[in-house]
């Protein structure tokens, strides 16, 4: 497996490479310290598996950055944002962008494994506190998901939206439901379209605000 880390702190780049060889199996670990050499890595590794990204680095704005990165990789290549900022607005951003998802640089090493394991699993990991809602600066978390959106899914589609929230992967929730993979798919399928969302990440989102449980990863 080829990991990016790409982070303008070396001492945490030092850091993270030590959470990820509890990982286990074969891994090959590249590194960058501003966005530029985040796109040079991608375009000479284009077998990049994961890349977990500080928003915070030299050499273009994190949003430029983020989004020259999504359209060089592939769609099943996920991005994890990882940092120390508290700006909850560039988080979702990040979210909205395609992230696959988000774990603070605060976390402990064991949260960090554990949401590393889900998000490579196929899952979404997404801090509970971040997907609370009343935020007094008013801060949009994307898609405002309602009742009436929900009422064109099926029992079973709500079963796996609510699974979704919890960050589940499709072959756990298959495992859950007792459905074949394919299938869950297909329901992942239309509950994007129902919601109208165009990612996980932000299903994790809308199945929060519809008060399904967030994912809780490490407890």
Same mark, same amino acid.
């Given at each position: 497996?080829?990991?990016?880390?790409?982070?303008?702190?070396?001492?945490? *780049?030092?850091?993270? /490479?030590?959470?990820?060889?509890?990982?286990?199996?074969?891994?090959?670990?590249?590194?960058?310290?501003?966005?530029?050499?985040?796109?040079?890595? @991608?375009?000479?590794?284009?077998?990049?598996?994961?890349?977990?990204?500080?928003? !915070?680095?030299?050499?273009?704005?994190? &949003?430029?950055?983020?989004? *020259?990165?999504?359209?060089?990789?592939?769609?099943?290549?996920?991005?994890?944002?990882?940092?120390? %900022?508290?700006?909850?607005?560039?988080?979702?951003?990040?979210?909205?962008?395609?992230?696959?998802?988000?774990?603070?640089?605060?976390?402990?090493? /064991?949260?960090?494994? %554990?949401?590393?394991?889900?998000?490579?699993?196929?899952?979404?990991?997404?801090?509970?506190?971040?997907?609370?809602?009343? &935020?007094?600066?008013?801060? %949009?978390?994307?898609?405002?998901?309602?009742?009436?959106? @929900? %009422?064109?899914?099926?029992?079973?589609? *709500?079963?796996?939206?609510?699974?979704?929230?919890?960050?589940?992967?499709?072959?756990?929730?298959?495992?859950?439901?007792?459905?074949?993979?394919?299938?869950?798919?297909?329901?992942?399928?239309?509950?994007?379209?129902?919601?109208?969302? !165009?990612?996980?990440?932000?299903?994790?989102?809308?199945?929060?605000?519809?008060?399904?449980?967030?994912?809780?990863?490490?407890?």
């Amino acid at each position: 497996m080829k990991i990016l880390i790409a982070d303008d702190h070396e001492l945490f *780049r030092d850091g993270l /490479r030590h959470v990820l060889d509890q990982l286990g199996g074969e891994l090959t670990i590249v590194e960058a310290c501003d966005f530029p050499q985040a796109v040079a890595a @991608v375009d000479a590794h284009p077998d990049m598996d994961i890349v977990l990204l500080d928003l !915070n680095m030299p050499g273009m704005s994190w &949003n430029e950055g983020l989004q *020259r990165l999504k359209d060089m990789l592939s769609d099943q290549v996920p991005v994890i944002v990882l940092s120390a %900022s508290d700006d909850r607005r560039h988080v979702l951003q990040a979210v909205n962008m395609g992230a696959a998802g988000f774990i603070p640089k605060t976390s402990s090493s /064991r949260v960090m494994l %554990s949401a590393l394991k889900l998000v490579l699993s196929g899952g979404v990991y997404l801090p509970p506190a971040l997907l609370e809602q009343g &935020n007094p600066q008013g801060d %949009s978390l994307g898609p405002v998901a309602n009742e009436n959106a @929900v %009422s064109f899914l099926t029992p079973r589609q *709500r079963e796996v939206l609510a699974l979704l929230g919890q960050g589940k992967s499709n072959k756990e929730i298959a495992r859950v439901l007792q459905l074949a993979e394919g299938t869950v798919k297909l329901h992942v399928t239309a509950i994007l379209k129902a919601l109208n969302v !165009n990612n996980r990440t932000r299903a994790v989102v809308a199945a929060s605000q519809l008060g399904l449980t967030a994912p809780e990863v490490g407890s």
